[in-house]
Protein backbone atom coordinates (compact mmCIF):
# COMPACT_ATOMS: atom_id res chain seq x y z
CA UNK A 1 0.00 0.00 0.00
CA UNK A 2 1.48 4.10 -0.71
CA UNK A 3 -0.23 6.99 0.95
CA UNK A 4 0.32 10.26 -0.26
CA UNK A 5 -0.84 13.20 1.96
CA UNK A 6 -1.03 16.19 -0.35
CA UNK A 7 -1.57 19.38 1.51
CA UNK A 8 -0.94 23.55 0.64
CA UNK A 9 2.04 24.75 1.09
CA UNK A 10 0.96 28.19 1.64
CA UNK A 11 -1.28 26.94 4.48
CA UNK A 12 1.56 24.64 5.95
CA UNK A 13 4.04 27.89 6.13
CA UNK A 14 0.48 30.06 7.72
CA UNK A 15 0.66 32.64 4.52
CA UNK A 16 -3.08 32.14 4.09
CA UNK A 17 -3.70 34.19 8.08
CA UNK A 18 -5.79 31.12 8.93
CA UNK A 19 -3.94 29.85 12.15
CA UNK A 20 -6.61 27.38 12.66
CA UNK A 21 -6.56 26.14 9.26
CA UNK A 22 -2.29 26.00 9.43
CA UNK A 23 -2.41 24.12 13.16
CA UNK A 24 -4.35 21.42 11.57
CA UNK A 25 -2.25 21.07 8.52
CA UNK A 26 0.75 21.27 10.43
CA UNK A 27 -0.09 18.41 12.35
CA UNK A 28 -1.34 15.98 9.58
CA UNK A 29 2.47 16.77 8.04
CA UNK A 30 4.12 15.64 11.38
CA UNK A 31 1.82 12.47 12.10
CA UNK A 32 2.64 11.57 7.99
CA UNK A 33 5.93 11.85 8.81
CA UNK A 34 6.21 10.03 11.86
CA UNK A 35 4.44 7.17 9.63
CA UNK A 36 6.72 7.46 7.18
CA UNK A 37 9.48 6.84 9.66
CA UNK A 38 7.87 3.37 10.35
CA UNK A 39 5.69 2.48 7.40
CA UNK A 40 7.59 -0.79 7.34
CA UNK A 41 6.40 -2.04 10.71
CA UNK A 42 2.83 -1.55 9.72
CA UNK A 43 3.34 -2.79 6.05
CA UNK A 44 3.28 0.44 4.31
CA UNK A 45 5.39 0.60 0.79
CA UNK A 46 5.87 4.07 0.75
CA UNK A 47 3.95 7.62 2.28
CA UNK A 48 4.89 10.77 0.44
CA UNK A 49 3.95 14.48 2.11
CA UNK A 50 3.76 16.89 -1.19
CA UNK A 51 3.38 20.43 -1.04
CA UNK A 52 0.83 22.10 -3.58
CA UNK A 53 0.94 25.46 -4.43
CA UNK A 54 -1.91 27.73 -5.83
CA UNK A 55 -1.89 27.97 -9.65
CA UNK A 56 -0.02 23.95 -9.95
CA UNK A 57 -1.02 22.14 -13.07
CA UNK A 58 -0.40 18.71 -11.41
CA UNK A 59 1.46 15.97 -12.24
CA UNK A 60 4.25 16.76 -9.22
CA UNK A 61 1.73 13.98 -7.04
CA UNK A 62 2.98 10.66 -6.69
CA UNK A 63 -0.90 8.91 -6.70
CA UNK A 64 -2.74 10.27 -9.54
CA UNK A 65 -5.94 10.96 -7.98
CA UNK A 66 -7.51 14.24 -7.37
CA UNK A 67 -10.50 15.82 -5.65
CA UNK A 68 -12.89 18.25 -7.04
CA UNK A 69 -16.46 19.79 -5.90
CA UNK A 70 -18.56 22.52 -7.70
CA UNK A 71 -19.19 25.58 -6.03
CA UNK A 72 -21.61 28.06 -7.80
CA UNK A 73 -20.59 26.36 -11.41
CA UNK A 74 -17.10 26.43 -11.07
CA UNK A 75 -15.02 23.70 -10.46
CA UNK A 76 -12.68 23.67 -7.27
CA UNK A 77 -9.87 21.51 -7.22
CA UNK A 78 -8.88 20.18 -3.24
CA UNK A 79 -5.36 21.54 -2.18
CA UNK A 80 -5.44 18.93 0.73
CA UNK A 81 -6.22 15.44 0.86
CA UNK A 82 -4.86 12.01 1.66
CA UNK A 83 -5.02 9.44 -1.34
CA UNK A 84 -4.03 5.87 -0.60
CA UNK A 85 -3.48 2.99 -2.87
CA UNK A 86 -3.56 -0.96 -2.55
CA UNK A 87 -1.74 -3.30 -4.06
CA UNK A 88 -4.18 -3.91 -6.80
CA UNK A 89 -4.46 -0.10 -7.81
CA UNK A 90 -7.33 0.37 -6.24
CA UNK A 91 -7.37 4.44 -4.65
CA UNK A 92 -9.07 5.93 -1.50
CA UNK A 93 -8.99 9.88 -1.12
CA UNK A 94 -10.09 11.43 1.56
CA UNK A 95 -10.12 15.10 1.43
CA UNK A 96 -11.95 16.15 3.95
CA UNK A 97 -9.23 16.90 7.55
CA UNK A 98 -10.80 15.29 9.55
CA UNK A 99 -10.80 11.98 7.68
CA UNK A 100 -7.41 12.55 6.90
CA UNK A 101 -6.51 13.17 10.74
CA UNK A 102 -8.32 10.38 11.61
CA UNK A 103 -6.92 7.83 9.11
CA UNK A 104 -3.23 9.09 10.21
CA UNK A 105 -3.78 8.66 13.88
CA UNK A 106 -5.11 5.64 13.15
CA UNK A 107 -1.78 4.38 11.67
CA UNK A 108 -0.15 5.67 14.39
CA UNK A 109 -1.97 3.29 17.17
CA UNK A 110 -1.25 0.78 14.60
CA UNK A 111 2.29 1.27 14.45
CA UNK A 112 2.27 2.15 18.74
CA UNK A 113 0.90 -1.30 19.35
CA UNK A 114 4.15 -3.04 17.02
CA UNK A 115 6.97 -0.89 18.77
CA UNK A 116 7.89 -0.03 22.25
CA UNK A 117 9.22 3.31 21.03
CA UNK A 118 7.14 6.23 21.64
CA UNK A 119 5.67 7.24 18.14
CA UNK A 120 3.23 9.34 19.67
CA UNK A 121 2.68 12.96 18.44
CA UNK A 122 1.39 16.16 20.08
CA UNK A 123 -1.60 17.32 18.71
CA UNK A 124 -2.63 21.24 18.18
CA UNK A 125 -5.92 21.75 20.36
CA UNK A 126 -7.74 22.42 16.66
CA UNK A 127 -7.11 18.89 15.41
CA UNK A 128 -7.67 17.59 18.82
CA UNK A 129 -11.03 19.14 18.30
CA UNK A 130 -11.67 17.73 14.76
CA UNK A 131 -10.68 14.06 16.41
CA UNK A 132 -13.63 14.57 18.94
CA UNK A 133 -16.29 16.80 16.98
Known amino acids: MRIELRVC ?7 HGNPEKTAVTK ?4 IARRVR ?6 GLDALYVTMVEEGDPGGAEELPA ?3 NLDHDQVNLADTQLVMEDDDGNMLVYPEPEDI ?3 LTRNIDQI ?4 RQDVTVELSEESAELLTA
Open 9 to 15: KHCYEGE
Open 27 to 30: DMVT
Open 37 to 42: EYKDLI
Open 66 to 68: IVA
Open 101 to 103: LDV
Open 112 to 115: SQQT
